[in-house]
């Protein structure tokens, strides 16, 4: 199972695609979405934006806003894991469908 994340800005489209689960800097604390969540709006504030793309991508396929987390230490492979830096923004998920607006 995964989600469908779109992350958005009023300037463009940040990233579309399939994604294992997405962390999120929610004004309480960070908290993850992973498929079968609960339906949830919340809005978002400063921090980072971190999610594991089903289809690894190439560092070309990347936009310059969406940057490749460190391998942990001792991994063999680099991580497929992607993050975003945002200053704010609101995120809603239903049905496995996570819409994220952001601003940059």
Do not use: W
């Amino acid at each position: 199972m995964s989600l469908k994340l779109s992350i958005i800005s009023i300037e463009q489209i940040i990233f579309t695609g399939e994604v294992d689960d997405i962390i999120l800097p929610g004004e309480v604390a960070p908290f993850e979405i992973l498929p079968s969540h609960a339906p949830i709006i919340s809005t978002l504030v400063e921090g980072v934006i971190s999610f594991s793309p089903v289809v690894s991508l190439t560092d070309e396929q990347l936009p310059e806003m969406v940057e490749r987390e460190e391998a942990e230490e001792g991994a063999t492979e680099s991580s497929k894991r992607l993050r975003i830096k945002i200053s704010g923004g609101i995120a809603e998920m239903n049905e496995d469908v996570v819409t994220i607006c952001v601003t940059l």
